[in-house]
Every structure is written in C-alpha cells, then in structure tokens.
C-alpha cells in the first residue's frame, strides 16, 4: 500500500530554471495538497484540490502552478526557480475536506542555488 | 492574518513524565483543531484530532480544547523517548472557499531516558 508517493526526493536547482514536483496517491482520496516547509516553521499551503480538474490557491501560491487531470496525481510546477523557493515540500491527501486526516508524502527537499 | 502559536521549544522531559505542549490560535472561527506528530526528516502524521470543549483522549494522549480562551493542549503521560519529534498544532480555517489548516511552527519535545 504505497500510500502518497513524491519524486524526486532531493533537487537542485539552479535560479531561473524549471520543475515539475511530482505527487501520486492511491487511496483514491478526493482533496489533494501541497505544502512547503521552511526550516523550524510550521506548513505552508501552497495549492490545493478538491477532485479532478479542480485547484485552488492557498496561502503561498506565488511562483507555483498546479494541474489535476486525474485523481491520482497532482503535480507542482515551480516555472522559475528562486532562492526563496529553498524547501520540503510535502504533498498530502485526504478523502474529503481537510478536517480528515492528511496522508503526507515523504517530502521533496529542494535546493535553489 | 490567521494564525497558530507555539512555543517552539526545546522541551525537555525525564522519561515516564507527563509533557505538555501548548497552542493558541488567533482565529475565534475556527472549530477544529489537530496536532500532527513529526520526526526529524519525516512527514507530518495525525495523532489527534479535538472539535469540542473539553478533554479527548486516546491511549497516552489527551487533547485539551478552550475556545473561550482560544487555547488547545496535547498532553502525553508516561512520556517514552520514542515520543521525541516535532509536535505541530493545527487549526481548520474556513476563510476560503474550502477549509484548509493553519500550521503552527512547531514544539520540538525531547524525552530523556
């Protein structure tokens, strides 16, 4: 039972290049997230979905881009990276709304340098 | 700004004492509360969930709720050191068009054998 999976699990990246965060998840769960962590910080929303072909923003969207064709995946975009995009970046789902459990990923650490 | 506080520790506990942590939050709205439990390089994984006044509890865990006072608690008795990690409060707010939650930035709790 695989659960939420993320690739890849370490990045780095130059400034001005561009990514795609990968996220996965098969429990069939309906809403979908992505946060970021900052060192010692709490969990930032970055976007999030609540079925296929639908997102919104959440607290920290700027520079970031989402899809959700299925409801399976939902991939993070970053179109041009910048040092302040330095992170972990968690995916999580859940089968409703946010008030379930979140399932997390085991993160995506990415370096911009 | 919605927002969730912790005092970020280190809080340092002997082993088979009770540890307590801490939270407050800012938003009188909110209605349901979590407390997420991270290891060091991990992600986040529930270990409970509290909507109401009063104390819950489950297995060595207890979650305090005062919502006059804005105020939640995790205490966990018989404290191992297995229970070292990051304990992140979390408050589901409804400000958008879905509820999402607001992370604190974390009690990191050590317990010594």
Not at chain 1, 22 to 49: A, E, V
């Amino acid at each position: 039972n695989a659960g939420v999976t993320q690739t890849p699990k370490f990045r780095i990246l130059k400034i001005g290049q561009s990514m795609t965060l990968q996220c996965t998840q098969d429990m069939n769960h309906n809403y979908m997230y992505w946060y970021r962590q900052d060192p010692g910080m709490g969990l930032k929303l970055i976007y999030y979905s609540v079925g296929a072909g639908i997102t919104d923003k959440g607290e920290v969207p700027n520079g970031y881009n989402v899809s959700r064709s299925t409801t399976e995946d939902f991939p993070l975009r970053l179109e041009l990276a910048a040092p302040s995009q330095t992170s972990v970046y968690f995916c999580a789902s859940s089968p409703t709304g946010p008030q379930l459990a979140q399932h997390f990923g085991d993160g995506t650490r990415l370096s911009i340098l | 700004q919605k927002e969730v506080e912790q005092n970020s520790g280190p809080l340092s506990v002997p082993e088979g004492a009770i540890a307590s942590l801490n939270c407050t939050y800012s938003d009188r709205g909110s209605q349901s509360f979590f407390w997420y439990r991270q290891y060091s390089g991990k992600s986040p994984e529930l270990i409970m969930s509290i909507y109401s006044n009063g104390d819950k509890e489950d297995g060595r865990f207890t979650a305090q709720l005062n919502k006059a006072s804005q105020y939640v608690s995790l205490l966990i008795r018989d404290s191992q050191p297995s229970d070292s990690a990051t304990y992140l409060c979390a408050a589901l707010n409804y400000g958008g068009s879905q509820g999402n939650l607001i992370f604190g930035k974390g009690t990191k709790l050590s317990v010594k054998p």
